[in-house]
């Protein structure tokens, strides 16, 4: 079976650092990527890991470790727009199936 | 730039209705998917489409729920006979898994909102 699991809300300060984690566990594994997702919009893609290891795309960074089942969205300088859920969700193999956590509801304050 | 577009935006329906929800994928994308998000839940996968047949389907794709790719634009989901429980947002899906871009990323239409009374 697959299990995602990330926490349920956040809270970060304007200008802070933010890091989003998720566990899964799933038979098959083609990758893992990072959605946002804005209240009452369609999930929209940030990144996508499918090797041990940190990539970076300017203020959003995401990390795999496939050993452990585990990887982190990192915000950084985060801004007010950054307010929105964020969604962990794992490609498996075979039958072209993303499976979506629960999300991470993140709120930026000022 | 591209994008997939679904109608309608929003369908109100009464409980045993049949209610088909259109989607129109990326031009050169060749995987299709429907995903569906009730209020204040997860995004739940429902079905995956490849090559004219259903690639995946979950436990929630019961016989009350069909797709179609009728032409070469148009991809659908037919829901049979509404109950209360299908009220949710239903998100069509695209992807172009080729060897240009083989990372499964999915491009999602703004939603189709069906709320069953």
């Known amino acids: 079976g697959q299990n995602i699991d990330q926490p349920t809300e956040m809270t970060a300060t304007e200008g802070a650092i933010v890091q989003i984690n998720c566990t899964y566990q799933?038979?098959?594994?083609?990758?893992l990527f990072w959605y946002q997702q804005h209240a009452g919009e369609a999930p929209t893609f940030l990144s996508y890991?499918?090797?041990?290891g940190l990539e970076e795309k300017g203020r959003f960074s995401s990390f795999l470790s496939r050993s452990k089942g585990y990887s982190y969205l990192l915000l950084k300088e985060l801004q007010m727009k950054d307010s929105a859920s964020y969604l962990c969700?794992?490609?498996?193999?075979?039958?072209?199936?993303?499976?979506f956590g629960a999300g991470t509801r993140l709120f930026v304050k000022a | 730039e591209p994008e997939v577009t679904q109608t309608p935006s929003h369908q109100v329906t009464q409980m045993g209705q049949e209610v088909i929800l259109r989607c129109v994928p990326i031009?050169?994308?060749?995987?299709f998917y429907w995903y569906r998000q009730i209020l204040g839940q997860k995004v739940e996968f429902l079905v995956s489409?490849?090559?004219?047949?259903?690639?995946?389907k979950s436990e929630i794709f019961d016989d009350q729920f069909s797709v179609e790719r009728p032409d070469g634009s148009n991809f659908t989901l037919k829901i049979r006979s509404t109950k209360l429980e299908d009220s949710a947002m239903y998100f069509c899906?695209?992807?172009?898994?080729?060897?240009?871009?083989?990372?499964?990323?999915?491009?999602f239409g703004e939603g189709s909102r069906l709320t069953v009374l």
């Open positions: 899906a695209s992807s172009d898994n080729s060897g240009r871009r083989n990372t499964g990323e999915l491009f």
């Open positions: 799933t038979s098959g594994f083609n990758g």
């Open positions: 890991n499918v090797l041990d």
């Open positions: 969700a794992v490609w498996r193999t075979g039958g072209f199936k993303t499976i």
């Open positions: 031009s050169n994308h060749l995987y």
């Open positions: 489409f490849y090559n004219n047949e259903i690639s995946e």
